[in-house]
C-alpha cells in the first residue's frame, strides 16, 4: 500500500512569491492535516480538510490556505512569501478525523521550502 | 510556556541502555502520540495512548491522564533509534495537534 506522498520535496523561492504544495493521502483516508516545522518553533499544526472541507485550522495568517479535492488530495498554498515562511511543511493523513482518529497519523516526507 | 513540554532536550546513551523520555502537558488531552523523526525529517508514528500502557517491540509507552504525564521507554537502544522522539497531544473539545518540542536522541555503538 502506498503511502503518504508529497511533491515537491525540495523548493526554492524568492520573497514575494507564491507556493502550492500537494499531498496525496494513503489510499482510503480522508482526513490529510498539514503542519509546519521550523527549527525556533518546532511543529505547529496548519489545518486539516475531511471530506473537502476544513474541519480545523491553526493559528497562521491567511496568506497560508489549503484545498483537498474529491480524491482526498489536498494542497496547500502559501502567497506573498516571507523569510520566515522557510520551513518543512509536512502533511498526515488519517482514516477519520482529529481526536476521533484512534490509530496511527501516517505522514509524508515532507516539503523543504526555502524562501531567499 | 509550551503547553506540551518534553524532557530530556538532548538524550545521549550507549547501546544496550534502557531510554526513557517525558512528555507532560498542562491542559486536558482527549489522546496523545508518539513520533519519531529521523535526519531528513519523515516522521513516523509509534503509538496513539488514552490510557494506560502500550508496547511493540522494544518500545514502551505509558501514559497517566489525571498526572498528565506521558513516557516513551525504550529498552535495549540500539543506534539505529537514533532520532527525534516528539510528543503530540489532543486537547479537549479540540482536534488542533499540539507538539512538545522534542528529544534528540543518540545512541553510541
Known amino acids: 500500500k502506498a503511502g503518504v506522498t508529497q511533491t515537491p520535496r525540495y523548493l526554492i523561492k524568492t520573497r514575494g512569491q507564491q507556493v502550492t504544495l500537494s499531498c496525496s493521502p494513503i489510499?482510503?483516508?480522508?482526513?490529510v492535516s498539514w503542519y509546519q516545522q521550523t527549527p525556533g518553533q518546532g511543529l505547529q499544526f496548519l489545518f486539516e480538510?475531511?471530506?473537502?472541507?476544513?474541519?480545523n485550522k491553526g493559528n497562521f495568517p491567511g496568506r497560508f490556505s489549503g484545498r483537498q479535492f474529491s480524491n482526498s488530495r489536498s494542497e496547500m498554498n502559501v502567497s506573498t512569501l516571507e523569510l520566515g515562511d522557510s520551513a518543512l511543511y509536512l502533511c498526515a493523513s488519517s482514516l477519520v478525523s482529529g481526536r476521533a482518529n484512534t490509530g496511527e497519523l501516517f505522514f509524508g516526507e515532507g516539503s523543504r521550502l526555502t524562501v531567499l | 510556556k509550551n503547553e506540551v513540554e518534553q524532557s530530556p532536550q538532548n538524550l545521549t546513551a550507549q547501546e544496550g541502555e534502557f531510554i526513557t523520555i517525558n512528555c507532560s502537558y498542562s491542559v486536558g488531552i482527549s489522546a496523545l502520540h508518539w513520533l519519531q523523526q529521523h535526519p531528513g525529517g519523515g516522521i513516523v508514528s509509534l503509538f496513539m495512548?488514552?490510557?494506560g500502557k502500550k508496547k511493540h517491540g522494544r518500545l514502551i509507552a505509558t501514559i497517566n491522564i489525571q498526572e498528565k504525564h506521558s513516557s516513551l521507554h525504550i529498552t535495549a537502544s540500539h543506534p539505529r533509534d537514533s532520532a527525534v522522539y516528539i510528543c503530540a497531544a489532543f486537547p479537549y473539545n479540540t482536534d488542533k495537534l499540539i507538539f512538545g518540542t522534542g528529544t534528540r536522541l543518540q545512541v553510541f555503538p
Open positions: 480538510y475531511f471530506s473537502e472541507t476544513q474541519r
Open positions: 495512548l488514552s490510557s
Open positions: 489510499s482510503g483516508h480522508r482526513s
